[in-house]
Structure formats: C-alpha cells, structure tokens
C-alpha cells in the first residue's frame, strides 16, 4: 500500500543562529481532516498478556510497522523478560513483512543486543562489523544507527570520523535523527566536515522528515516533534507548540497523544488550562483504552469538579483502567470502592474483590496488603483470619511499611513461647522506631515488655520506652474525675495545654475530659457549647464524653436523674455510629437490682450483634440480660465457643480460658488472652482473677506482678489487686495484701480502709487491734465524702463495743448523717429521719423526721419507702392517707421489698374482711 506525503508548511521565525543555542522555530502541523489514522497502543497490561501468550509460530495479524513499535515496547520496558520473545518475532518479521531485508534483521539483532547489555556477546559476533560490510546507501535509518555504533564504540571499535561521514550522508538522504544530531553539534560549536547546512533549514528537513506519510504510525513521529519543543534542547522550548502538534496526533486517533493533552492542562504549566479542551483530549484518551487517563477522567466524574458529578460514570470508568489488570487503574478503583463503601455497605463485596485483585500481583502496594490483611481479619474473625494475614502483613512489612510491621507484630506475639522468640518480634518494632522514625510503635514497645514477653513484667525496659513515648508526646493524656477536679483547683499549664492540644487533634478521651474540665472551672456557655458540638461530631468523643460522666456519676452515688442523662448519652454515641457503645448502654440499662422487662429488650438487642461479633464485654453481660436463656457464663460458652474460637476478644477470651477442653487449648486461649490484651489495668486485673479461679499458681503470680506494675500506685487499683491476691492465693499473701491496702489507703483509698477494717476489727484473728481500728474509722469518716458516710456508720454499728463505742464518742452521728441527708444521700436521709423521730419531743420534730423520710423515699429507698408509707398509713408526722400508703408500698414491692409486698397482701386481706 502507497501512502501519501505530507508536505509540512513551516516559518522560520528567527534571525541566523548567533549566540543563541536553539532553533527558534514555529513548525506547524499540516492541515488534515480529523480521522482515526494512527492505530493505537495497547495498555502495558494488554501488551504483556497478548505477547506472554504468544506460541511463537505466527505472528499476531497487524501491520509491520506495529509489530515493530510493540517489540521496541516490550524491549524498553524489560528487556531480561522479553528478549527471547523479541528474538522469535525478529526471525519471524520476513513472513510478513516483504521489505525486511537481511540489513534490518541485522539492525534488529544488534538493538536486541544493547537493549540487552550484551555488548561482548555483539562485539564477538561481529554483527555491527557485518553491517557496517553492507551496502547502506539506499537506507538513510541504518546510516544513522551504524553512525552511533561507530561513534560510541558500541559492538565495534571507535571511529568518530567515519561516524560523522555516515551522519552526514543520513541527513541529506533525509533522516530525521541524523538532521537533529547534527543540528545539536553545530549550535555546540562543534563543525561538522562536510555539513554545511543551516540550522533552522535542517530542523525543517527533520521535522518534514518525521512527518513523512500518512500512515499508522504518524502519531508516534509527530509526538517526537512534540517532545522536541517540550525539551527545548534543539528548538526553543515551546509548549503551546508541543500541545499542537499532540493535538494533532490526538485528533488523528493517539489515545497517548490525547492523554499528553490533557495532562498538559491539568499541570497547566507555561500553558493557560482550558477545562472544554482538558475534558475533550482526556475523554478522547480514555476512549483510546489508556487506563491513567480513563482512571483521570473517573476521578474527575468522582468528584465533580470539571464535569458534573456521575458516581456511576466514575465506577464504569475505573473499572475499564483496571480492566487489564493495570496496577495504577486497580489502585484507583479500590480506592473509588473504598470511599463508597464507607458510605453504602452493600459495596463491600467489590471493594474486597478489588482489593484481592491488587495484593494478588507481584507488585502490590505495601497499604493493599495490609488493608486485604485487615479486611480478612475482620471478616474472618482475629484467629481464624490470622494465617492468611500473617502472609500479606509479611509481604507488606518486607517494604518497610511500619503500620504493617506493627500490625504483624500483634499477630505474631500469640506465637510466642520464649525469650528469644519474644526479641526477634520486638526487635522489628525497635527498628521502626530507630530506623524509620515513627513513633506509632513506642506505646506497643512498652506493653510488649509489660504484658507480652514471657518472663514479662520487664519493668525497666517498660518504663524507658514510657519515657522514650512521654518525650515524644504521642502518648494520649486520660484523666479520672478525680483527676479532673484536681486539676480545676489547681491548674498546671502543661498538663492544661497538653489536654487543650490533644482535645483539638480530635483524640476522644480529651475532648470528653476538657468538657468536663470547662464544666468544673465556669467557662463561658459559649466555650462549652463549642466542644459539646465538636464531640457531637465525634462519635468516639461522645462515648468517651459518656463513659466519663459515668465514672463521675458513681462518685456521686450514681443518682437515678444522672444514670438517666447517661443512658441517652450512650443511646447518641450508638446512634452516631459508634457500636461499642452498645456495651456501655446496656451496663447502664441492667445496672439496677430488677431491670425492667423494656430495659432487658433493649440491652439484649445491643448486646447480641456485639457478642455474635466476638465482643466478650457484651457476653459476659447476656445472663444479666436474658437470664432464662444464659443463666450463667457456661451457658454463654455454649452458644457462643466458636465465636469465641474465630473472633473472639480479650474478655471473650475470658470466657474460653477456664472452659477450654485441655491444658492445650487453655494454654493457645492463654497466648491469645496475652497477645490481644490492651495491657490496662482494667484487663490485666481480670486475667489474673481468671487465672485466680483455675488455680493455675504460676501464671497467676506472674499476672500479679503485672497487674501491681500497671496499678502504679493508685489507690483504687491497689485495693483490687488486693482483694484478688485475697480470694485466690495463699495465706502467706495476706502480708503483701495488706501492705497493698495500706498503699492504696496513703493515695486516699477509703475503700482500702475498709479492707484493713477486717484484718485489725475481728476480735479471732492475730492481727485484731481494736485501737488501730477505732484510729481508722475516725479517718475514714473525716475524709469520707457526705455521700459515703451512711455505709460507714453502718459498719460501725455492727462491730463490736469497744471498738464502736470508741469511735462514736469521737463522732456525732446525727451531724454526720445530716450531712449525708444535705449532700443528697438517700441512705442518710432516711437514717436521718429516724434518729430526727427517736428523739423527737413535738410535733414539729416529729414532721420534720418524716419529710426527710419523704425525701428519701423520692430519692428511691426502698426501705425509705415502707417507713413513709407506715407514717401515712398511721399519721406520723404527716397527714393520713391510706391511698398514698399503699401507692408507696406498691412502689417498694416492685423495687423487691419483701416487707412491703407482705403489707400489701394484709392490706387486700383487710380490705376483704371489712367488706
């Protein structure tokens, strides 16, 4: 087939070369009608498939000139993979192409050769030698490529003369890369013999050359003309010329021409963007099958911003890029997946299924496999998806992706049964920290050597990463009520600007504890408002927010108004989306001694998709919620082992530990409690119960030194550990028990002074000291608050006399319960009114005695509610009302008031009687 010649029209626009050391140079393409001439390349993908199949007896159905280009990619892009390829179709080239002489198979070997880097195989085949013997006159391309064998000395020995004299003959016999070479070397200043031909008349003849004829592969030499003015190293650097003439070669069918277009626009660099032509080239380019631009033109189909928004547009188009397997278009569709997974769960399924897609290739990115790992173990269950995430976090961390190795870390601490085998897991994390700079694994590096290592606690090695996280300020500042009023009357800036940073870096815990902090110390109602609305927004900050007022709560005897605002706060914080609440509300529902039959519905229907989901805080709940059908926690195992044995969490773990069938599992479930565990007081506490429980001495103790290490002398968390040492170990650790009590009672632990109570309060053991005793019930009523005061007068009345009397003869009891009916205590209200009646002379006295018994019957007494209701029933300090007598005896016997539900009966007898 002819094809016809171009004739290109040109300007020359400059004055003769001077100083200057480029062709300034306007060469305009030719005016053509607009028509899919140029065939297009195929994406790299598609290219490896279709030549990686190839059984090398035929060559594909296409014009030589594309064979040709497509060899040429195959060798530019690997040539190690492709070269025996490449070989075959070379000797295969004169079957379909007539004019492949001996001359350009020789050529083709040569290329094949330095591609390759085997220059001494070529040099001792003798092969540019072999071409050089040819008779290249009639071939202006094999001028020009022996010229640069001769030149550089490649497959042949040096000679620039002769290399310059076939140069010269390829540029006047036409050749563009001749015209240009030479064109370089005379605005170097270097004179050529033989070359007397102006610069800007030689780019012309270059560029004329290049192009050449209309056929198939015109596109590929125009878009050297374009890279000629990109580069700027021949012509004056001209990127509205570029664009030119990659908009030709775009409007004659080169998707990459169109794709060069667009991209131009984009960067829009030494070039005014022109949304209408970005759009136009970059639809033209994802039409031409390049997976960049369909990924592109998909992103911008995305996000709505130069064409409008069309998500289902955006689908269709990244799922094209990724069609062929292209890494960059697989990348962009799971990410598109990714985003609207998030927003319709449905989509789930093909976010996974792309996500397979990209960690199955060679080349996966590390953030792929280790999103693929997460994903398996999510759906999986953190066991039974652990081997297979175990290979992709492994595949990820070789490329040095420290989330990755942290997260393969937390897998492979289950595994671990030795020291040695302990620092070979945590020498990866070190290296992330030293090597790699972050600073994510530091606070795992410290709950490694607290809870994980096998002889653990490693107590200095556990501080000094502490310290190594406190100098790095990424550990997040938690705060108790106690802590937080402490801090209101008396401020320290650090710890206040510390809280204030991490509160507007959005941590949860921080903003709930500044709330509370603005509340204690008066800030301005605007100042409230705003962090209320910034938590609002933050589904973990209002379960955070939820959590804390709990704990306030119970400081303040958890009155019902308060359990009532918690129960709607934890309600928000699960309506917001934050699931884990649903554990909180449902403690909150069954928190009473007889939950209703409404609040047993609503906590169950929380707990369940939390437990069936391996959450062990919501099983350990179920007898409470549903009694009848898990009366008990064996019952729980039951129903809910292989849960448990796929997904289960540290508390579910709990569960199995003691239940497990043999001392095999219960040592697997063990490893599993020690590698899950968020190394917490809170958690450690309740593995050494467990362990406690099981009677297994070893592991217990350890777990004692581990829990005392985390208790950090705090008072509470002492006096807990203490009572577990209590219950579950010898009678030789009551020593060590007490000297915990005694800890936690120096950091203001009332509650360790009631345990002291029973060891120097009871007359049959040697430690009995009735005027230890008396000493420390006078300090724990002093420093007890109102609220508390009413359980500790109890107590007394019960010990024995000398000890009693004793301490009352340094108190005043009716002050005291005073104090406690004023502070809002019901307990002392209604202990109030009955010493207020006992001593009462008048009437007034004996009114005032039943209105405080009033106020604690509204403040839900039970036994405040029977005393109000024989007041009523029989006109003590208060009017008779038998109709109102009976309303509180029925409220009390709701409440579980035997006495009450016994008055009710006699009343109905009575009733019946007179009738």
Known sequence: ???????????????????????????????????????????????????????????????????????????????????????????????????????????????????????????????????RRSDLAASPRMQAALAQYLMEGIGIAPDRDAALGLMVQAAYGGNADALLKLTEMELAGQKVPGWDVEPELAVTMAFGALVGQLDPVICDRAGRIAREYLSGAIVTRNVEMAETWYRFAADLGDASAAWKVAEMHLRSEDLVKDNDTLVTYLTKAAEGELPHAQSALGRAY????????????????????????????????????????????????????SLERLAARDDAPSWALAS???????????????????????????????????????????????????????????????????????????NAFTCRAPDAPHRDEAQYWRGVEDAAASRSLELTPRDIAGLAEDPDPLTLATLQSQALYGR???????????????????????????????????????????????TRAALTGQRNVDIDLFRAAVEAGETAAG????????????????????????????AQSGNGAAMHLLPKADPARWPDLDAVWRDFAPVIEARGDFEAILIALPRAADGKAQADYLHRATASTACTFDQTILLTEVLGQMKATRAFRQWIDITEY??????????????????????????????????????????????????????????????????????????????????????????????????????????????????????????????????????????????????????????????????LALGIGTTPSRDEAVLWLSRAAELGSEQAAATMRNLRMSQGLSQ
């Open 302 to 353: 995305e996000l709505g911003t130069i064409v409008p928004q069309d998500l289902d547009r955006a689908r269709a188009l990244h799922e094209a890029a990724a069609a062929d397997g292209d890494r960059g278009g697989l990348i962009r569709l799971t990410l598109f997946l990714l985003q609207q997974s998030q927003q319709d769960p449905a989509l789930r399924p093909d976010y996974i299924a």
């Open 710 to 871: 985390l208790a950090e002398g705090n008072g509470w968390r002492l006096t807990r550990l203490g009572d577990v040492l209590i219950r579950y170990g010898t009678p030789t650790d009551a020593e060590r028990a007490v000297a915990y009590f005694e800890t936690a009672m120096a950091d203001g632990s009332n509650t360790a002074i009631h345990r002291l109570l029973r060891y120097v309060a009871r007359s049959e053991l040697p430690s009995y000291d009735p005027a230890r005793a008396t000493q420390l019930y006078i300090q724990l009523i002093n420093r007890s608050d109102p609220v508390e005061l009413p359980r500790t007068l109890s107590r007394l009345a019960g010990e024995e006399d000398q000890i009693r009397k004793a301490t009352e003869a340094a108190i005043d009891i009716p002050a005291l319960y005073r104090s406690a009916a004023e502070a809002g205590s019901p307990i002392g209200m209604r202990e109030y009114a009955r010493l207020l009646q006992a001593a009462a002379d008048n009437p007034q006295e004996l009114a005032e005695a039943t209105g405080w018994m009033h106020r604690a019957a509204e403040a839900g007494d039970m036994d405040a509610m029977v005393s109000y209701a024989e007041a």
């Open 372 to 446: 693929l790992a997460d994903a398996i173990l999510q759906d999986k269950g953190r066991w039974a998806g652990e081997s297979e995430a175990t290979a992709l976090l492994e595949r990820a961390a070789a490329m040095d992706d420290p989330g990755a190795t942290q997260r393969l870390t937390a897998l492979r601490f289950r595994h671990v049964s030795a020291p040695a085998e302990f620092y070979a897991v945590v020498d990866d994390l070190v290296a992330s920290v030293h090597l790699q700079g972050n600073i994510d694994p530091m606070a795992e590096l410290q």
């Open 508 to 554: 949860p815990t921080a903003i709930a504890n500044y709330i509370s902090l603005l509340r204690r110390t008066g800030a301005p109602p605007a100042v409230i408002t705003f962090w209320q609305d910034l938590a609002l927004r933050n589904d973990k900050a209002l379960l955070s927010a939820a959590r804390l007022s709990v704990e306030e709560g119970e």
């Open 1 to 131: 087939m002819r094809h016809a010649v171009l004739i290109a029209p040109f300007l020359a626009l400059s004055a003769p070369a001077q100083a200057a050391q480029t062709v300034d140079l306007a060469f305009q393409p030719p005016q053509v009608q607009a028509t899919d001439i140029c065939r297009a390349r195929v994406p790299d993908e598609r290219l490896f498939r279709e030549w990686g199949d190839w059984d090398g007896k035929a060559l594909p159905d296409r014009e030589p000139e594309i064979l040709q280009r497509e060899l040429a990619r195959l060798l530019a892009m690997d040539p190690a993979r492709w070269a025996g390829t490449v070989e075959k179709a070379q000797a295969l080239m004169p079957s379909v192409d007539p004019r492949y002489t001996a001359e350009k198979a020789t050529l083709d070997r040569i290329q094949l050769y330095v591609a390759t880097g085997r220059t001494e195989e070529l040099k001792r085949l003798r092969l540019v030698e072999d071409l």
């Open 583 to 610: 554990v909180d509300l449902a403690a909150q529902l069954l928190s009473v001694p007889r939950p209703t039959a409404g609040a047993r519905v609503e906590a169950l229907s929380a707990l369940l998709p939390l």
